[in-house]
C-alpha cells in the first residue's frame, strides 16, 4: 500500500544537525498521520515526533525544541530536523505511516527500513 524510504542519516557531532528525509510512494491520500521513531541497540523503540494530515505535530519530551517535523505535500516527503543533536540521540530512526484504508476506515501502519544516527566526537 505505502513504501517509505528515510535518508539523511550519518556521524555528527555532538551540538551539530542532520535532516531525515522520509519518501512516500503508493497509497499516499489514504495516509492520516506520519512518525518518526527510533531504536537504539537493546531498547525500545519510541515515538520521537508525529505529524498529521491537518499538520497538527505532537515530540516526544526528549526531543521537544531540538527536533522539528515537517512534510512537503508536493514531494510525498516528511522530514525530521534534528538540531543541537546529543549522544543520546544515536540510535535508528524509522519512518511510519498511519493508514485509513476501506469504507470502515481499517487501520494500518507501514515502516521504512531505518537510516542510522550516530552523535559522537
Known amino acids: 500500500q505505502v513504501q517509505l524510504v528515510e535518508s539523511g542519516g550519518g556521524l555528527v557531532q555532538p551540538g551539530g544537525s542532520l535532516r531525515l528525509s522520509c519518501a512516500a510512494s503508493?497509497?499516499?491520500?489514504?495516509?492520516?498521520?506520519m512518525r518518526w521513531y527510533r531504536q537504539a541497540p537493546g531498547k525500545k523503540r519510541d515515538l520521537v515526533a508525529a505529524i498529521t494530515s491537518g499538520g497538527t505535530t505532537t515530540y516526544a519530551d526528549s526531543v521537544k525544541g531540538r527536533f522539528t517535523i515537517s512534510r512537503d505535500n508536493a514531494k510525498n516527503t516528511v522530514y525530521l530536523q534534528m538540531n543541537s543533536l546529543k549522544p543520546e540521540d544515536t540510535a535508528a530512526y524509522y519512518c511510519?505511516?498511519?493508514?485509513?484504508?476501506?469504507?470502515?476506515?481499517?487501520?494500518?501502519?507501514?515502516w521504512g527500513k531505518g537510516t542510522q544516527v550516530t552523535v559522537s566526537s
Open positions: 503508493g497509497s499516499i491520500r489514504s495516509i492520516y498521520a
Open positions: 511510519n505511516a498511519g493508514l485509513r484504508v476501506g469504507v470502515r476506515d481499517n487501520e494500518y501502519d507501514y
